[in-house]
Antibody
Framework: EVKLVESGGGLVQPGGSLRLSCEAS????????MHWIRQVPGKGLVWVSRINNDGSGTSYAAAVRGRFTISRDNAKNTLYLQLNDLRAEDTALYYC???????????WGQGTLVTVSS | ENVLTQSPGTLSLSPGERASLSCRAS???????LTWYQQKPGQAPRLLIF???TRATGIPDRFSGSGSGTDFTLTISRLEPEDFAVYHC?????????FGQGTKVEVK
């Protein structure tokens, strides 16, 4: 069974940092691209970042480029998102998702909530 | 970026009725890379339809997708109680990936 479990969210002040993690199981993690997608509760979904299967290629949404860094450790089956210089508008539920060529993504974790507030 | 506009925002229907949800793109969706997700309160999105019309594994055949280019439709032929949820369309044919704002299907 494919499982994605996010952690690392919390309350942080504007300008602060957080590191999100996503532990994957039930599939060959190193074979798949991975993505982070966020959602303000009750609102729409917004793609944040993606990383290719070996970590050599990354891409970011314009709103987070230069502040967020995606990475992965295939030996630990874990995806990361480093969030720096956080702003109020970064407040959201952050989902880790598995990439799939045909659908964009298929499996999603349950999300980890990031709240940026003073 | 390719902006996706979903309509209506809310659809009020009764169990057994037919639901038709629209997703319009501001630019043609490359390779028909248009996906539909279902999201229930407190849950992550669940993959329903990809490639505009292909049902994902385990999705009942009352769900169907159609369309191409800029106009896409998700149809639920007969609403079951578990189908009342929010539905999101998503394009991954061009960067950045984008999502519609969602259509809520609620019990009338």
């Amino acid at each position: 069974e494919v499982k994605l479990v996010e952690s690392g969210g919390g309350l942080v002040q504007p300008g602060g940092s957080l590191r999100l993690s996503c532990e994957a199981s039930g599939f060959t993690f190193s074979s798949f691209w991975m993505h982070w997608i966020r959602q303000v509760p009750g609102k729409g979904l917004v793609w944040v970042s993606r990383i290719n299967n070996d970590g050599s290629g990354t891409s970011y949404a314009a709103a987070v480029r230069g502040r967020f860094t995606i990475s992965r450790d295939n030996a630990k089956n874990t995806l990361y998102l480093q969030l720096n210089d956080l702003r109020a508008e970064d407040t959201a539920l952050y989902y880790c998702t598995r990439g799939m060529a045909e659908s964009g993504t298929d499996y999603w974790g349950q999300g980890t909530l990031v709240t940026v507030s003073s | 970026e390719n902006v996706l506009t979903q309509s209506p925002g809310t659809l009020s229907l009764s169990p057994g009725e037919r639901a038709s949800l629209s997703c319009r793109a501001s630019q043609s969706v490359s390779n028909n890379y248009l996906t539909w997700y279902q999201q229930k309160p407190g849950q992550a999105p669940r993959l329903l339809i990809f490639g505009a019309s292909t049902r994902a594994t385990g999705i009942p055949d009352r769900f169907s997708g159609s369309g191409s280019g800029t106009d896409f439709t998700l149809t639920i032929s007969r609403l079951e109680p578990e189908d009342f949820a929010v539905y999101h369309c998503h394009q991954h044919g061009s960067s950045p990936w984008t999502f519609g704002q969602g259509t809520k299907v609620e019990v009338k």
